[in-house]
């Protein structure tokens, strides 16, 4: 029986879909992609069911019929203001002289006992790092000699209704939900490289309508954050600066837009649509580039508060990585290393082997990690069963742990 596999993405601006067959050796052969716009949400949350499932009907037709096959369960990418991310921290009395898988559990257990309003479900329990007795910076507590242990976690939560708007989209569109995982991290499991995470570096994820932040060091999460401002405020302020209709706003943002006049020249021209059927004009280049920049100095001064608030922006040795469509806009690197005063890239999809070139795009780094993710055949990332329940941790602990490691 074939075993394949699915990844879904609904995003404010796209829905994007990606199957995969996973091969006995754990490889995975990518078969089909989707992908069709979407004007069913606003800010990452659901605001128009009926929209949302006609785009994920549509991209999972487009999905199915470049695969062949239908499409089973989905790892279904969570994004939007409403996510919140905060660190916690637990300590136990370890039985026996000796680390074991249940002093794991339980110190996890203990980190995770914070007050949580009923409206919000967790998403994700991520370990920072454990410490037996006064020993610091263990990555796996298992087999440690000591009296004590104790384990910092980072805890991510999501709006309960949120959750339920998703997954009836979904299931009326007729793709079975799996695991959900936040967005940034699957952007992170496509885009870094190990030893990124390692050194320290932070993955900014600039999508049509929410900016995801994600800071790891030492091969863990430490912050992660959702700024309520993305891609198509950017289109807004052109449509309203250059009185020009959104579609022809949209356009000229790809295929003219600079997040910095500095990647401008002098002379260069740009013909801009008018509205209501009057005729278009001729503008200079920079003129697009004086309504984009302030607005991307504001996205990347608001991602770089969050750095702060990390508690670990001097130590991203290795910078930034930018991924999302609107981090296509020309200038944008040379903006953010300004902003941020670290080197900084471009992030691709290059960690699922297999993607056809089209898709070798920051845009759908999300979805090559979601199906990533699906590969795995379970769930490192997650803790929340589509019940509500907390089903994380019950298998081998070392192999959980190593999976973050």
């Not at 198509?232 to 295929?255: C, F, M, Q, Y």
Request: aromatic share 2%; hydrophobic share 45%; glycine share 12%.
């Amino acid at each position: 029986m074939r075993n394949v596999l699915a990844g879904l993405d609904v995003g404010t601006s796209k829905v994007c879909v990606l199957m995969a067959e996973a091969a006995a050796d754990g490889t995975i052969g990518v078969l089909g992609h989707g992908v069709v716009p979407c004007a069913g949400l606003r800010k990452g949350v659901v605001v128009n069911i009926e929209a949302t499932v006609e785009a994920i009907r549509a991209a999972v037709g487009e999905a199915e019929k470049a695969a062949g096959v239908r499409m089973g369960a989905a790892s279904v990418g969570v994004a939007g203001a409403h996510i919140r991310g905060l660190n916690s921290h637990g300590i136990v009395a370890v039985r026996g002289g000796e680390v074991g898988t249940r002093d794991v559990e339980r110190v996890i257990d203990a980190a995770r006992a914070v007050a949580i309003p009923l409206d919000r479900q967790v998403l994700h329990i991520l370990p920072q790092q454990f410490a037996v007795d006064d020993q610091e910076g263990v990555r796996d507590p298992i087999g440690m000699a000591g009296v004590r242990l104790e384990a910092r976690i980072h805890i991510v939560t999501a709006a309960q209704s949120y959750g339920q708007n998703l997954n009836k989209c979904c299931e009326r569109a007729g793709v079975t939900p799996g695991e959900l995982m936040f967005e940034p991290l699957a952007s992170a499991d496509a885009a870094l490289f190990p030893e990124e995470r390692e050194l320290g570096a932070a993955l900014i994820d600039i999508g049509g309508g929410t900016t995801d932040v994600i800071v790891f060091l030492n091969g863990a999460v430490m912050h992660t954050a959702v700024l309520p401002i993305g891609g198509n405020h950017l289109t807004g302020d052109v449509a309203a600066g250059l009185r020009t209709p959104i579609s022809d706003a949209e356009r000229l943002k790809i295929s003219h837009g600079v997040a910095t006049n500095l990647v401008v020249g002098r002379d260069e021209m740009v013909q801009v649509p008018g509205v209501g059927g009057r005729e278009p004009r001729v503008i200079a280049r920079r003129l697009l580039g004086e309504i984009l920049e302030p607005r991307m100095e504001e996205i990347f001064a608001l991602a770089q508060r969050e750095l702060i608030r990390s508690g670990v922006a001097d130590s991203l040795a290795s910078g930034v990585v930018l991924v999302g469509g609107t981090s296509l806009l020309e200038g944008t690197q040379e903006l953010a290393e300004r902003i941020f005063n670290l080197p900084v890239r471009r992030g691709l999809p290059i960690n699922l082997k297999g993607l056809p070139e089209e898709l070798m795009k920051p845009m759908y780094t999300t979805a090559a990690g979601l199906l990533m993710h699906a590969g795995n055949g379970h769930a490192p990332h997650n803790g929340l069963a589509r019940n509500g329940r907390i089903g994380w941790l019950r298998t081998r602990v070392s192999d959980w742990v190593r999976d973050f490691f």
